[in-house]
């Protein structure tokens, strides 16, 4: 039994469907709240942050105002809002610069409304946690399941000697 694990397959297999429960995990909380976590570099007006909100992982980047904000991270947690589907969540009237939207997925890039289009932009991403977790068991299912090959081992073959001059 041991032995069944030393293959980088049956390691990674484990691995993936660690995350694949992990992700699951996340899909179903964030069907009750919301999660948010920034990030800015020491000083800078850019912004990273993460949701995980209504079966979507959404990443954006952008320009906070031109602020200049201090450096570090914060985490919120609260109930999702219905406001929260969309870029209604804002507060603000939001324009896209362009947007790609299909299935799920999400992608653009835009500006408030009140804002000059060059002060604020915002870099956004939505990725649907089921584009994530339904993958993950497959994959680690192949890895963990798929027959090894087996390896001949030349130590344990008995050829016989050759005699010299016979």
């Not at 397959?9 to 909380?29: E, H, I, N, Q, Y």
């Not at 964030?30 to 079966?55: A, H, M, R, Y």
Request: charged share 20%.
């Amino acid at each position: 039994m041991g032995n069944d694990f030393r293959s980088w397959r049956r390691k990674f297999g484990v691995v993936t469907l660690v995350m694949a429960c992990a992700f699951m995990g996340g899909w179903v909380r964030s069907g009750l709240f919301k999660e948010e976590l920034w990030f800015s570099k020491d000083p800078s007006p850019n912004q990273i942050f993460v949701q995980s909100c209504t079966g979507c992982v959404r990443c954006f980047y952008g320009r906070a105002n031109g602020e200049i904000t201090r450096g570090g991270y914060w985490w919120i947690s609260r109930r999702c809002r219905s406001a929260d589907r969309d870029f209604a969540g804002f507060g603000v009237p939001f324009v896209f610069d362009w947007r790609w939207h299909y299935w799920g997925f999400d992608f653009g890039k835009g500006h408030e409304v009140q804002q000059r289009p060059n002060e604020y932009r915002l870099r956004f991403m939505f990725i649907p946690y089921w584009s994530i977790v339904i993958p993950l068991p497959l994959l680690s299912a192949w890895l963990l399941l798929r027959k090894l090959p087996t390896r001949s081992n030349p130590q344990n073959v008995v050829e016989p000697f050759a005699t010299e001059g016979t």
